[in-house]
């Protein structure tokens, strides 16, 4: 579990002062207003109560849970559709000028209504005892994937957890990927992420990697940021004799480790490091999948996705003067979507490539794949269906 510091929350139950750990991986504060709700709950209360920042702790049976979960999303969904969400998807979908250049506001909107549906949909809470067991009826098992996810509870203090209905099957959905895996078709092989690590869903790139020419000299290779260690796995395949992937993210290195280990890679190595390795030999290769958009993450699981400032990107850009060897290249993979919602625009990112003394060798491009790309009911269709993701091949200035 990524919390360093313990919080606890109470409530009222059988005229019983109740205290238990209170567990978040979505850095939802502890709640301060709790009701106890079951089988007999409506939803329609339910989302009364949620929508008026009330958190309601679960004491019904667990299935039904689930569909008072799926319930409340639907609600939610509908009162979207009545506002705010049909006005981002009118504006987005108008061929003109001003809806263009109002692209980044319906991004900025759509993110607010998802961090609201997060908010509401997380007050649903369940109970766990110290084992991560769950007493309602018809409770599945779900210990092994909470220890996985959160960490093992504290025994010796003999308390119970609460945690949100989502962030548990947050964990039971990572326990299914890590158990299965996912496939990587163009390898031959799956990759098997932890709770926690972005997940490589989305793999488009992996053939722009394959086909990108190595170096004349590729004796030493840096993955930054290797998350499940999928990069890395691949310069592996290619034949770099000796290959250094590093993250700060405990719960990656751990991942990366479980899948460097499965494939039986020795040349690959872990260190935990903000962004470049120490005590390492200059790299003949460095290559990195940033985080695409230049936004705040508003927890701990998008820092796979948003990278406020473009710190990110700023660091492995600026950092590589001095982590390139001669004739050395930076193969950087980035999607332009930032760009068609006009977040950053590509003189800004030809900039920074400038700034950081390195220039363009050439750039291999990928069409998107995903179903979001194909989706024409996302408000952000038109820029989603644009986008193309590309290696950049940058060598010292």
């Known amino acids: 579990m990524l919390q360093t510091e313990k919080q606890y929350i109470q409530w ?75 006005k981002i998807k009118k504006a987005a979908n108008k061929p003109n000028a001003a809806s263009v250049k109002g692209i980044p506001n319906l991004f900025h909107q759509q993110r607010q209504l998802q961090a609201q549906r997060s908010r509401i949909l997380s007050r649903l809470l369940l109970e766990l005892d110290v084992n991560y067991v769950s007493q309602l009826r018809r409770a599945p098992d779900v210990s092994a994937a909470c220890t996985a996810a959160f960490g093992p509870l504290d025994k010796a203090m003999d308390t119970s957890c609460v945690l949100s209905f989502r962030d548990l099957q947050g964990a039971l959905g990572a326990a299914g990927w890590r158990e299965k895996g996912v496939p990587i078709d163009s390898l031959g092989l799956s990759i098997f992420p932890h709770y926690g690590v972005f997940a490589p869903t989305r793999h488009e790139y992996v053939q722009l990697l394959l086909d990108a020419p190595l170096p004349a000299s590729h004796d030493v290779a840096y993955d930054i940021g290797t998350g499940t260690g999928l990069l890395a796995i691949i310069l592996a395949q290619r034949g770099v004799p000796q290959v250094i992937a590093t993250d700060l993210n405990p719960r990656a290195l751990a991942c990366a480790n479980e899948n460097f280990t499965r494939l039986e890679l020795p040349t690959v190595q872990l260190q935990q490091a903000d962004l470049y390795p120490t005590d390492a030999p200059l790299a003949n290769l460095i290559v990195c999948n940033p985080p695409w958009l230049p936004a705040k993450p508003s927890s701990s699981l998008e820092y796979a996705v948003y990278d406020a400032k473009s710190a990110m990107l700023r660091g492995v850009l600026q950092g590589a003067k001095q ?30 490539f400038v700034d950081a003394g390195l220039a363009v060798k050439y ?24 986008e193309v993701t590309s290696l950049w091949c940058l060598t010292l200035i």
């Open 12 to 86: 009222q139950e059988n005229e019983t002062l109740r205290n238990a750990v209170w567990l978040s991986e979505s850095n939802h504060m502890p709640p301060t207003r709790i009701v106890l709700v079951d089988d007999t709950t409506t939803a329609d209360d339910a989302y009364r109560l949620a929508c008026e920042g009330t958190s309601l702790l679960w004491r019904g049976d667990f299935h039904n849970a689930r569909q008072l979960l799926q319930a409340l999303g639907r609600r939610i969904d509908r009162t979207n559709e009545r506002s705010e969400l049909r």
């Open 323 to 352: 982590h390139l060897a001669e004739h050395g290249e930076l193969w950087l993979i980035m999607s332009d979507l930032a760009e068609h919602l006009q977040l950053r625009t590509r003189d800004e990112l030809l900039k920074l």
């Open 363 to 386: 750039r291999l491009d990928t069409q998107p794949k995903h179903g979001r790309s194909q989706d024409d009911s996302d408000p952000l269709h038109v820029a989603r269906s644009a």
